[in-house]
């Protein structure tokens, strides 16, 4: 038992030794957040996000990269059908849905050439704010899917598209029974586009 103990203790302490002995570079990003939600009569929502990251370089081609992003979501002019009450007939209001999140990834780099990256990997995404009347889900996970230039300098050009995957809303209350050019259904999940840059800051 103490021998595992022991190993287990040992192989622990070489990883973080290893880990530290990589080139780490911390980082910041930010810049433009495109996003809707799927399956609704909605309008793309333009707002913002920002974060910082620790770039993992594992090899001359390849980084872990670690981010903590604060992400502005939602969509806008959502067609919602309701029953007014006052004359109790059908009617339709448009509402902008607006849903905050701390998105927290692990992001695969790959680096060819003179800089291009490709970039995957999940997130979870824990929600700060929104102004929904019926949720499903308060937080979401997602997969994110990008490319970005990097220069010598550390500046970095980056456009990003992210998925979620869980349905996040009520469309029992959020529904629209109009077919034109839209498609509504049940499950309503997260599409957000990012672009923008990041700068990482030179390891000491």
């Known amino acids: 038992m103490k021998s595992k103990k022991s190993t287990l203790i040992l192989f622990i302490f070489f990883a973080i030794a290893n880990l530290h002995a990589q ?109 929904l009347v019926l949720r499903k889900n308060y937080n979401d996970i997602a997969f994110n899917l990008g490319l970005g230039y990097r220069m010598p300098s550390g500046l970095a050009f980056e456009a990003r598209f992210k998925k979620g995957f869980l349905d996040i809303l009520d469309s029992d209350y959020y529904t629209n029974d109009s077919n034109d050019h839209y498609l509504f259904g049940d499950y309503n999940t997260n599409i957000n586009f990012q672009i923008g840059i990041s700068y990482s800051f030179k390891a000491k």
């Open 23 to 131: 080139d780490f570079k911390p980082g910041l990003r930010g810049g433009l957040s495109l996003s809707t939600i799927s399956e609704m009569h909605a309008n793309y929502r333009p707002d913002f996000y920002f974060g910082g990251f620790g770039e993992i370089n594992l090899t001359k081609k390849y980084a872990l990269q670690p981010e903590i992003n604060y992400v502005r979501q939602g969509s806008n002019n959502v067609a919602r059908n309701y029953t007014n009450p006052e004359t109790n007939t059908q009617s339709v209001e448009h509402l902008d849905l607006k849903l905050d999140y701390l998105s927290i990834s692990m992001i695969n780099k790959f680096t060819f050439g003179q800089g291009f990256q490709v970039l995957f990997g999940p997130s979870l995404d824990v929600r700060l704010n929104d102004n």
